[in-house]
T-cell receptor, first 115, second 115 residues
Framework: GAGVSQSPRYKVAKRGQDVALRCDPI?????LFWYQQALGQGPEFLTY????????KSGLPSDRFFAERPEGSVSTLKIQRTQQEDSAVYLC?????????????FGDGTRLSIL | AQTVTQSQPEMSVQEAETVTLSCTYD???????LFWYKQPPSRQMILVIR??????QNATENRFSVNFQKAAKSFSLKISDSQLGDAAMYFC????????????FGTGTRLTIIP
């Protein structure tokens, strides 16, 4: 597609449920990022993929958060046993990679609400 | 670790006037990128302007320009001839040229345009 696509746009879950958020990056983009944006805050880095390799997961807040990109294109962010503090907008971004010196392109995000 | 500070939670400007948004950052690195992103209510992060630290010339994009003061670690955004469509949250962001491309964001400035 023309841009980064994220689904669902909104997700409501009960505390303790597992959720999965999907990101379709721009075709051909090597780098993919997940960010978490709490209400009234700037986005915070969660994890980074270069193709299918997860090279940095230092921002994942707990072992309940898991991300994958098995074929180097679509990525899924999974949150297990959700907690209220997981409520946030989750943004995905992709780019051609650092060597090409191109900026990241962002999706519209998924707003996750945990009841 | 790098930090980005936006000290103006909210700003307002009359339509057609000029406004300046402030950003300071802290880093020990000499080579990096700085960005201003715009986030309307649709949530998508839209790149406004990018500055490469090794370039002394301030970046400009139509009505948007920056004042990059490397020694002072300051990176302000000037919007000229403000338009109603400029109303949004504006985030300043830092990207190291070492390691991966992850962005470190400030907390944002909400810009209101007064008709």
């Amino acid at each position: 597609g023309a841009g980064v696509s994220q689904s669902p746009r909104y997700k409501v879950a009960k505390r303790g449920q597992d959720v999965a958020l999907r990101c379709d990056p721009i075709s051909g983009h090597v780098s993919l990022f997940w960010y978490q944006q709490a209400l009234g805050q700037g986005p915070e880095f969660l994890t980074y993929f270069q193709n299918e390799a997860q090279l940095d997961k230092s921002g994942l807040p707990s072992d309940r958060f898991f991300a994958e990109r098995p074929e180097g294109s679509v990525s899924t962010l999974k949150i297990q046993r959700t907690q209220q503090e997981d409520s946030a907008v989750y943004l995905c971004a992709s780019s051609w990679g650092q060597l090409l010196n191109q900026p990241q392109h962002f999706g519209d995000g998924t707003r996750l609400s945990i009841l | 670790a790098q930090t980005v500070t936006q000290s103006q939670p909210e700003m307002s400007v009359q339509e057609a006037e000029t406004v300046t948004l402030s950003c300071t950052y802290d880093t020990s690195e000499s080579d990096y990128y700085l960005f201003w992103y715009k986030q309307p209510p649709s949530r998508q992060m839209i790149l406004v302007i990018r500055q490469e630290a090794y370039k002394q010339q301030n970046a400009t994009e139509n009505r948007f320009s920056v004042n990059f003061q490397k020694a002072a670690k300051s990176f302000s955004l000037k919007i000229s001839d403000s338009q109603l469509g400029d109303a949004a949250m504006y985030f300043c962001a830092y990207e190291s040229n070492f390691g991966n491309e992850k962005l470190t964001f400030g907390t944002g400035t909400r810009l209101t345009i007064i008709p």
